[in-house]
């Protein structure tokens, strides 16, 4: 089924395994990906990893709206690039399948002054699918995050914890926040095509 909302991946932060969790649900869905704001790391970009991790034929991957130089949020490597970052500019990818759209660090990132990733997410009425990963600090991140879904009134799909399962925090988390699990990503020792569609095994959509 063509899910008719977008899938908006964010994470509790940076590095937490947003662009892993959309490889796997690009590939067990077949659907499009589009990262609107890559931030550095051109050269090996999140698109690029995810259409090195995916397997079908189907999938498309959609041109990032901003490609700035430099590993920094959003608002600062635009300004070192000597771009304002203009939020008119996002419009959804034209397409009929279903797409999963990936942040660039969490929901309180900055894209340009009063703009934040979450206004992105209202802006393009996207469906959240959060990924937290277990780590001291990581219930805190996990429910602020949660929180702020919230008080923006964003549709959640659900939560996808990523490595070590922890059931002090997961219980926690899933009661506190009454956010659905959607599923847990085994620690891959090596990430290749075949583990990236095994995963997509662990994740209930
Ligand atoms: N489940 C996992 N197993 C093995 N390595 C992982 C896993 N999840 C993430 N990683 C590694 O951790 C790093 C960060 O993951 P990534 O998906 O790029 O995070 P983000 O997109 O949130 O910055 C990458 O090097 C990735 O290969
Ligand atoms: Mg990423």
């Not at 797409?99 to 894209?111: C, K, Y």
Request: glycine share 6%; charged share 25%.
């Amino acid at each position: 089924m063509i899910d008719k909302k977008p899938l908006f991946v964010t994470g509790i932060g940076t590095w937490i395994g947003k662009t892993i969790t959309s490889a796997i649900l690009v590939e067990k869905l077949k659907a499009d990906y589009w990262k609107p704001v890559q931030s550095g790391d051109l050269d090996n970009s999140d698109s690029q990893k995810v259409k090195s991790l995916i397997s079908n034929k189907i999938s498309f991957i959609h041109p990032e709206t901003y490609l700035l130089t430099q590993p920094f949020s959003p608002h600062k490597s635009a300004d070192i690039d000597g771009i304002t970052i203009d939020a008119e500019k996002f419009m959804l990818p034209q397409t009929n399948n279903t797409l999963i759209i990936e942040g660039a660090g969490g929901l309180m990132v900055p894209l340009c002054k009063g703009f934040l990733m979450i206004d992105l997410i209202k802006k393009l009425d996207a469906e959240v699918i959060l990924v937290s990963q277990n780590f001291l600090g990581s219930i805190n991140y996990t429910l602020l995050s949660t929180f702020a879904l919230k008080e923006y009134d964003i549709s959640v799909r659900g939560i996808i914890f990523n490595g070590k399962k922890d059931h002090y925090s997961e219980e926690f988390i899933l009661e506190h926040s009454e956010i659905t699990f959607l599923g847990r990503i085994p620690e891959f020792d090596v990430l290749d095509k075949k583990a990236i569609k095994e995963a997509g095994n662990y994740i209930d959509l």
